[in-house]
């Protein structure tokens, strides 16, 4: 029920969305240059803001300020409720393209550095789906969040308080204060963000061998009950303007994150001498220091609006971990009692400078270039304990304890051409080379060392056609790559329970993807469609160990995947309703023969889009979002549907310096992430469930009289950064 209720909605909004526009005044289309886009057309629609603006390259920008998505805690809900976008297990995606990159101003930044912009300072975010060479290879897609900007002198900021209330989770709280300051050539930022409260995540797994011999059903449930002692972020900027054409700024930025609470692991394990069950619970104690310097030099070098910039940064991640496991078993009848401690010290250290070069000819013509180096030193190293109950003498375990290191540099250079032919037509083409060394050692199961060089060359091809004033098309290809995280890498353990690890995986491989697609922008309609190969897929999968009712879970590499993809789009705009609809279809099939996956149907998956913001003037406006992704077979596995309906409200008071929201997210608590395969002749089903079905009540005050902001800091080279994670 609650899922055709869900549906019901976003087909009501896109038709009736789509019915009402051809009752309203013709919009007006107008062509609007982007500087960084290739001087692209836009469709900008007059009356109210709309949400959402569809290039004509198949890119979209999202207006973030002055829109109830100016209200969301983080970037990351933010990112939750833009059309094509889906954040789930830390990864955030674009449909029919796969994991994206995170930028800022048009420069890449770190997840952490992502999770710590204030919302209040976003203008908006723009969704690039098909990246040209400037933008780091590490990525399928590339979302670019852009804050707002001023030259005008004068102190603005703003204070808000958020409180959430979630049945399945309980309470947390989030304090946010931004604060900006400028007289002359001199500016100052800062920000500060403070989480407590609780955070919770519940994972229902099966393990079945269906093989009469050596039968074995596992039913493993685990509970992460987080305890946020001190999730914080902060940050401050300086910036000097030598002129109105060139300036200097020096920013310090980082985030604390204090883990506390304890992770539940409940296994029931039946085979054939009978059923066993295991409990274990974690008491978390988990700290992480992120900290990033950065220094860039920017410069405008000609009337033509030709550009320069030099930066360099350092990132240092510091974590420790400290975790007490109380572990009991009934085997045979006969209790068992054990004590374990899990002590785990890393470190990485990431060095990276950057150069970019724009030249603009003339108001067609447009040539791109730059370099960056990045080397990055990763080292950890974790101490297992085990002691019996009775003595409580916990003893060095030196198979489940290792040492990691690993060392890398990349060294990459790209350029870019951009130009027009007549008032049809015009095209950007452009290729990224980038270098690959890296080290890496570890004393995991024997002691191992592996090295690496490796080079690749990234071309890429974009052509947009404006056939007439209401039709405009493009065609596009890229090349990208995607490494893999340091940590999923290591293979140092992660303990859940006696028959379950996470362990990382030292010979992963990168994985290569090539995209092509084509789209057509037709009035307010958006048509795309694609095609998109990979191989060496980056994957996981829970794999048997080394005893019969051991599992690890490990990234793996599969042999290659095929998905397509299409789209339509359309957003409708009055003068008191605004709206936004996507319905896409996508199709994969991925192909894997290393690791005994059984091979099972392929099924298209839908996807469904609905934001809808109603304003009543001088009182509030209500916001109602909904999205359905539906089940998905690519071969290999399938992934249940899953879906959220979100309804807002928000006032402005005191002529608008203060403003209130009221949002109960996924009212259904529809949004979990479930599905099954079958490896090495083991199926497995796993459901997850995470804390999005909440309350949350949030007061924002702005305060100051400058009415924008100037700061204009940007992050460089974070594609390691991200790998950090």
Known sequence: ????????????????????????????????????????????????????????????????????????SSVNE??????????????????????????????????????????????KIEVISNPSSKYDAEGKAVINII???????????????????????????????????????????TNYGLQLGKGRELLYTTRTRPNPDEFMRSQLTTDWKRQFNNYSNFGFGLQYAFSDKDYISLAYSGNIEDLGGVVESRNSIEDNTGTNFYATDIAKNDVLLNQFINLNYNMITDAKGSSLFIGT????????????????????EVNTEKYLKNNVANGIN?????????????????????????????????????????????????????????????GAAYFNYGNSWGEKFNFSVGARGEYTNYELFTNANGSRKFSKSYGNI??????????????????????????????????????Q??????????????????????????KKFDFKMGYTYKTDPISAAALRGDTPNSYIL???????????????????????????????????????????????????????????????????????????????????????????????????????????????????HDFMVSGNYTVGQTEIYYHRTYTSNYFKLIATYSFGNSKKTNYKKSEIGETENNRAR
């Open 1 to 72: 029920m609650k899922f055709l209720i869900s549906v019901f909605i976003l087909i009501y909004c896109f038709v009736f969305a789509s019915t009402n526009a051809n009752a309203q005044t013709k919009p007006t289309i107008q062509p609007k240059v982007e500087p960084q886009n290739n001087e692209l057309n836009e469709v900008v629609i007059k009356r109210q803001a709309s949400l959402i603006k569809y290039g004509a390259n198949g890119n979209i920008d999202v207006n973030v300020a002055n829109t109830l998505l100016a209200t969301s």
């Open 78 to 123: 933010v990112l939750s409720r833009v059309p094509n976008v889906v954040v789930a297990e830390g990864q955030i995606s674009v449909l029919g393209k796969g994991e994206a990159i995170i930028y800022l101003n048009g420069i890449l930044i770190n997840y952490e550095r992502f999770a710590a912009i204030p919302v209040s300072q976003i203008l």
């Open 147 to 189: 804050t707002k900007r001023n030259i005008e002198n004068g102190i603005m900021g703003t204070a808000s308080q958020q409180v959430t209330v979630s049945e399945f989770a309980g309470t947390s709280t989030n304090t946010l204060l931004d604060f900006n300051y400028t007289k002359g050539k001199f500016s100052f930022i």
């Open 313 to 332: 940064q350092y990132s240092n991640y510091n974590g420790t971990i400290h975790d007490f496991i109380n572990e009991n078993s009934l085997e045979n």
């Open 350 to 410: 990431i060095i990276m400078a950057q150069v970019d070069y724009s030249k603009k000819n003339n108001k067609n013509t447009k040539l791109e270039t730059g370099a960056k180096f990045s080397h990055a030193t990763i080292n950890s190293g974790t101490d297992f304990l085990i002691a019996n109950p009775e003595d409580e003498v916990f003893e060095l375990d030196s198979e489940l304890s290792s040492d990691f290191s690993y060392k890398e540099k990349i």
């Open 458 to 495: 990234f071309p890429n091809l974009l052509l947009n056609f404006d056939l007439s004033d209401d039709l405009k098309a493009h065609a596009s290809y890229v090349s990208r790559i995607t490494r893999p995280r340091y940590q999923a890498l290591n293979p140092y353990v992660i303990y």
């Open 497 to 522: 329970d006696p028959f379950t690890t996470i362990e990382g995986n030292p010979n992963l491989l990168p994985e290569k993807i090539h995209a092509f697609e084509i789209g057509a922008m037709y």
């Open 554 to 668: 490990r990234s793996l590499n599969l042999e290659k995947e095929h998905s397509y993809f299409a789209s339509i789009s359309r957003s409708f705009t009055s003068k008191w309703w605004t709206s936004t609809n996507t319905v896409s279809m996508n199709l994969t099939k991925a192909v894997d023969n290393a690791y005994a996956y059984a091979l099972g149907p392929v099924k298209p998956q839908i996807y469904l889009y609905s934001n809808n913001t109603f304003t009543i003037p001088d009182w509030f406006k209500i916001q109602l979002l909904a999205w359905y992704l539906g089940d998905k077979s690519y071969g290999l596995r399938s992934d249940n549907s899953r879906s959220t309906v979100t309804l807002g409200i928000e006032r402005n008071f005191f002529k608008d310096a203060l403003k209130l929201n009221f949002t109960a997210n996924d009212i259904f």
